[in-house]
């Protein structure tokens, strides 16, 4: 399902991965992880003037056509005011400005919202969340935002179109294929209908990816709580690994559409914010479109598992 080619130099062993579906490529360079460039979590404390601060996220923010926002439990869904998709709304998941953990019952009801204002868009879903302002986060207040196009973003692109491939010329499903194929793997770490485990070609650091046993988002709310246990599971994961900053990224193909593709959820830890602004992506992310990863994943699953017993 990969390639790995390792480099051994004077200063330490460099990886060089390939995913073959695909074809995208990773550099993992464990000795970076020396550098220490996280630091301990700071979060500013001001809320003032917070759009999505309870007193002001029922008025300041815009709503649907019909006048209404979808509100479930603490979480309340609205158009994105500055949309950069086709469509592209937005969940504020709960009441408090600073929030290091969450509960089940906060992740249910912002899925099932972001769900509810994805499913009359006629196009790609997708369900995203940066956490805190080093994982892009405009705003601390927490927040989730789905992205409905008529054409697939560029990642989901290549997974559909190499999916159908791999089933029409192989005659079997990849995403079964990598299911049966990890679990055996240092990497896997738990799950039987959502399979979990860490990314053998990350696109970012401690890459966790999720694979679920269907395609579009018609059929995920049969599946929404058992999203959210596991995506803590994740979040607690990363917590022991002394970093809150986090992208997730859960993908869908078009409803009605079969690709042999498998919806599929990615999380990549980020570093904390700090005053100094230090940031985990550079050239090679950006420009280059090659991540350059610290922790291997093999020690990823050990690390996992080890915590677990």
């Not at 994805?118 to 927490?142: E, K, R």
């Not at 989901?156 to 679990?183: I, M, P």
């Not at 994961?237 to 009605?256: H, I, Q, V």
Request: include cysteine; aromatic fraction near 10%; charge should be negative.
């Amino acid at each position: 399902m990969f390639s790995v080619r390792e480099v051994v130099t004077s200063r330490g062993t460099l990886q060089y991965r390939e995913e073959h579906l695909t074809g995208l490529r990773c550099r993992i360079s464990p000795d970076r992880l020396k550098r220490q460039i996280d630091q301990s979590l700071y979060l500013p404390s001001n809320a003032d003037g917070c759009p999505f601060c309870h007193d002001a996220v029922l008025t300041v923010t815009p709503t649907f056509p019909d006048g209404n926002q979808i509100i479930r439990g603490e979480s309340v869904t609205f158009p994105n005011l500055f949309p950069f998709g086709e469509g592209h709304v937005v969940t504020v998941m709960t009441h408090e400005h600073n929030v290091t953990t969450f509960s089940r019952q906060q992740i249910v009801d912002a899925l099932l919202s972001q769900i509810e204002a994805l499913l009359p868009v006629d196009g790609y879903p997708s369900i995203n969340w940066n956490f805190l302002p080093s994982a892009g986060a405009s705003l601390v207040h927490p927040h989730l935002q789905g992205l409905s196009d008529t054409c697939p973003s560029h990642r989901v692109d290549l997974y559909l179109s190499a999916s159908e491939k791999y089933r029409k010329t192989k005659g079997r499903n990849y995403w079964e294929e990598v299911k049966d194929q990890e679990r055996s793997s240092n990497r896997y770490l738990f799950g039987e209908e959502i399979h979990w485990s860490a990314h053998a070609v990350p696109v970012g650091e401690r890459e966790v990816r999720g694979i679920l046993p269907i395609s579009t988002l018609e059929d995920m709310e049969n599946y929404v709580d058992l999203m959210a246990r596991d995506i803590l599971e994740i979040l607690a994961l990363y917590r022991e690994l002394g970093t809150y900053a986090f992208n997730m990224s859960l993908f869908f193909d078009k409803c009605g559409n079969d690709h042999g593709f498998r919806a599929f959820c990615s999380m990549i830890s980020r570093i904390n914010p700090n005053p100094s602004s230090t940031s985990d992506s550079a050239f090679m992310e950006r420009l280059h479109l090659e991540p350059v990863i610290m922790t291997l994943p093999e020690d990823l699953g050990k690390f996992y598992r080890k915590e677990k017993k």
